[in-house]
């Protein structure tokens, strides 16, 4: 039997039970006088000891089941506050690479920057380096010119 029916049939045996219970003839000799007395049913002696059995068996199972009910509500609300805790640690992760991102991106502008700079270095030196090239020769054929221009004076003389 599974326990949903088993749990109907408690709470149908106790529903039974708060009525006979509340028309039996002490709980009637209780109450006033002046009211008229409940009707009352009448059930075979097995069938109240068994209705008595299956109550007491179900409060029993209930009493039973509000144990591990209590300990899975603590797992969960524990289990709750670790996914808090992991969800909060992923929010601060998220802001940091988004910061390490942002500096990324920085750097990589610094060094696109630094690139250019040292292509156009790059195009100086080569631009100076041919202008050295051209003022060695440009004074290597002035020495050759004024060396000639000295050794004809000299002849001439």
Known sequence: MTKSKFYLIALATVMVLSVLLCSSPSFAAGTSSTTQAEPTITIPLTQWNELKSNNEKALNLIEVSNIPLTEAQNLVMKQK?????????????????????????????????????????????ENDKKT???????????????????IGVAFKH
């Open 81 to 125: 506050n670790e996914l808090t805790e992991a969800h909060n640690t992923l929010n601060k992760l998220e802001n940091e690479l988004m910061q390490a991102k942002l500096q990324s991106m920085k750097q990589e502008i610094t060094l696109n920057e630094m690139q250019n700079s040292l292509t156009e270095l790059k195009g100086q030196i």
């Open 132 to 150: 050295i090239k051209r003022l060695r020769m440009q004074r290597n054929v002035s020495q050759v010119l004024s060396g000639g221009a000295i």
